[in-house]
């Protein structure tokens, strides 16, 4: 596991998942733009209870606000998926 990967996933605990996965696909981007400048790119899927009664942009921005300065340094693009248990 890289370290950012490890520091997502630190910083996601604030959210109390049930299930979290985040898959590096940063190899899959090389030569873009965002992976020369430093960032990855990263595919997760998240499931929380902290979700429910959330619009899909607000569980969004519950994701972002919790990964803080990692947007846009050291994550050049993230692909979100994001349920409450019930959802499965």
Same mark, same amino acid.
């Given at each position: !596991?890289?370290?950012?990967?490890?520091? !997502?996933?630190?910083? *996601? =605990?604030? *959210? /109390? $998942? %049930?299930? &979290?996965?985040?898959?590096?696909?940063?190899?899959?981007? %090389? #030569?873009?733009? #965002?992976?020369?400048? #430093?960032?990855?790119? @990263?595919? !997760?899927?998240?499931?929380?209870? =902290?979700? %429910?009664?959330?619009?899909?942009?607000?569980?969004?921005?519950?994701? @972002?606000?919790? &990964? #803080?300065? +990692? !947007? $846009?340094?050291?994550?050049?693009? +993230? /692909?979100?998926?994001? *349920?409450? $248990?019930?959802? +499965?």
């Amino acid at each position: !596991m890289s370290d950012i990967v490890a520091e !997502m996933q630190a910083r *996601l =605990a604030s *959210l /109390s $998942p %049930a299930y &979290l996965d985040i898959v590096d696909e940063s190899a899959l981007h %090389a #030569g873009h733009e #965002g992976a020369r400048s #430093g960032g990855g790119h @990263y595919r !997760m899927t998240i499931i929380a209870e =902290a979700f %429910a009664g959330q619009s899909g942009v607000a569980r969004h921005r519950l994701v @972002y606000q919790s &990964l #803080g300065d +990692l !947007m $846009p340094t050291r994550i050049h693009a +993230l /692909s979100v998926t994001a *349920l409450t $248990p019930e959802e +499965l």
